[in-house]
């Protein structure tokens, strides 16, 4: 079937189209009103590593795919612009750009999430009293990974920047403050942007006030002049017009941001407190919705912003990351070449019962939430003759699980809520047994929707929301279909032992490096 019959198959439409503009490419998929996939177009750009550590994107050449990939999708569907009532956009978050509004041009290249140029300076800005300086305000910890220190960089880095931004002709922005800008015009009026749940991973907005907190803005060194309006997650920004697209699509509104886990929470339809989702891939983001609650963590977990609907309140959330999940797969496959692809490693802990008593802790770059320890090193425990590859294969399946187990602990501990029941998207969850495990050690439902694209999702709900396409959150989550729900059969008492011998080979990967501060 051509796509342009698969548009037709979905009916006349019309359509809501969503930009991904993710870490290592830009996508753009049409939803029908059932929130299924029409078409998708999908781009890869460069990544750039001018120095250990640092990481960085072209911006003009990620603009430039975006066009592309919205142009490619569109044709692919058979579809005019009388048949797209909005676009939504989701993004890689925390990614910083610093342009010139007069010209458009990007100053520097991108600084990237993973980047970890800024340590020294996030050190620095600790003063005396360490990482949590704004956490109370921010629901930040100061680290590398947010985008105010990276600006601060670019800022001290760049030749006479920093006298730019005082003159006010310079523009902040995460990529999606990029996308938006260039879509509604551009240097021909486009409007500076961003969303709440952008802004909330910036170290620079108050969770409280939900605006830019003009006191640690001070702090760290960003002129507020540069800084994009904060609005919510659903609501018209703007329309498209200019650029190539301004021609193929001129005139549609801009109607949705949202940082790409926040999307997939939304996508997810974890609307209700204490629904969760969890994105499992290289490694794993797990978000909480906490309603209307701004949660402190005590223990090593990020208070964030969920999304904000048009003037409604803001719903926030916990988030918790795992340095290490489908990494750990591939390193079986790679490095140690127990499987030849990951798909087999399911097949090979199905051929035994159970981990005949090993452990595996992949604290390969240290431990992250909910402990953040950086001297901790991989471990496996618990071997005896007994163990074979098999009973490696399962360990290593257990381990994803249990990291999540206690991610879900340290969430339930800040927030007093239960999980109620834990959605999952990502590469990962085509592994059958992982699932079945991760509903064992969770004691909780499991459930894999039909769509996976949860991200893209989320963005087209957003917009579709704005813009009257869809009436209400109701209504989505009558559109979410759940592909496969798996449900606990383990006994209690196993549980309980086996999560203890869990948390013992997770002590013994601590103090590994000597004198890490």
Known sequence: MTDAQSALSHGAGPFIAAIDQGTTSSRCIVFDRDGRIV??????????????GWVEHDAAEIWTNVQDVVAGAIAKAGITRDDIKAIGITNQRETTLLWDKNTGEPVYNAIVWQDTRTDALCKELGRNVGQDRFRRETGLPLASYFAGPKARWLLDNVDGLAERAERG???????????????????????HVTDVTNASRTLLMNLHEMQWDERICASIGVPMQMLPEIRSSAEVYGEVKGGKLGDLLGGIP??????????????QTCFGEGE??????????????TGDKIINSYSGLLTTVGYQIGDQDPVYALEGSIAVTGSLVQWMRDQMGLISTAAEIETLALTVEDNGGAYFVPAFSGLFAPYWRSDARGVLAGLTRYVTKAHLARAVLEATAWQTREITDAMTKDSGVELAALKVDGGMTSNNLLMQTLSDFLDAPVVRPMVAETTCLGAAYAAG???GFWPDTDALRANWRRAAEWTPRMDADKRDREYKNWLKAVERTMGWLEDEN
């Open 39 to 52: 078409s998708v177009d999908q781009k890869e750009h460069e990544q750039i590593f001018p120095k250990p």
């Open 169 to 191: 002709d310079i523009l902040f922005g995460t990529m999606d403050s990029w996308v938006i800008w260039n879509l509604t015009g551009g240097v021909n009026g486009g409007v």
């Open 254 to 267: 801009v109607a949705s941001a949202l940082g790409d886990q926040q999307a997939a929470l939304f996508g």
């Open 276 to 289: 969760a989702k969890s994105t499992y891939g290289t490694g794993t983001f797990m978000l909480m919705n």
């Open 465 to 467: 929301l704005a813009v």
